[in-house]
């Protein structure tokens, strides 16, 4: 059974930082991608990130570089390093992991992905 496990939400003042990590169990990491989603509240959930086994990233409009992905599939962990948060950062932040399309690369919409992590919540302010 897929199980994916968020860590690292908390509070943070405008322009600091925080660390996500997905830890993965119940299926083989190497051959899933995987991704970072937010949604906040009356929005629709939106992708932050998505990553493929080879670990190439596709980002969405709005993290202009403030945000960097990376996999470990030793330990089976996926990272979200966010920097320069924003109010508008606000919002509960899922995993997400499917396996990887034939063709390579990753899925980009909440649809294409089976399997979510419980959440954990961001909150930027001033």
């Known amino acids: 059974q897929v199980k994916l496990v968020e860590s690292g939400g908390g509070s943070v003042q405008i322009g600091g930082s925080l660390k996500l990590a997905c830890v993965g169990s119940g299926y083989t990491y190497s051959t899933y991608c995987m991704a970072w989603f937010r949604q906040n509240l009356g929005k629709e959930r939106e992708r932050v990130v998505s990553?493929?086994?080879?670990?190439?990233?596709s980002y969405g409009n709005f993290v202009k570089s403030r945000f960097t992905i990376s996999r470990d599939n030793a330990t089976n962990t996926l990272y979200l390093q966010m920097n320069s948060l924003k109010p508008e950062d606000t919002g509960m932040y899922y995993c997400?992991?499917?396996?990887?399309?034939?063709?390579?690369?990753?899925?980009?919409?909440?649809?294409?992905?089976?399997?979510w992590g419980q959440g954990t919540q961001v909150t930027v302010s001033s």
């Open positions: 997400a992991a499917d396996r990887a399309p034939r063709y390579g690369g990753c899925w980009s919409r909440p649809a294409d992905f089976g399997h």
């Open positions: 990553v493929a086994s080879d670990g190439s990233a």
